[in-house]
């Protein structure tokens, strides 16, 4: 992933990035593949995060894309 990103492979990069650093350390909503709900996965990760100590999040909102829900 390191040697992709230095040498200017941006999205080589990306790709190798594991799906279970972003779900782990990411509220990422909604998606189709949690089956209790993104807004109860959202709250459950936000309990978690709050129980290690995090105190101050990093806010990225995303606009909806055109056909989705809002």
């Excluded at 790709?15 to 350390?25: N, R």
Aim: charged share 25%; proline share 6%; glycine share 8%.
């Amino acid at each position: 992933m390191q040697d992709h990103y230095l040498s200017g492979a941006i999205r080589a990069a990306a790709a190798e990035v594991p799906f279970g650093l972003i779900d782990e350390t990411s509220l990422l909503g909604p998606m189709d593949r949690w089956t209790d709900g993104p807004m109860d996965r959202i709250a459950d990760r936000l309990t978690a995060f709050a129980a290690s100590g995090v105190t101050t999040l990093s806010v990225i909102p995303r606009r909806a894309r055109r056909g989705s829900r809002q």
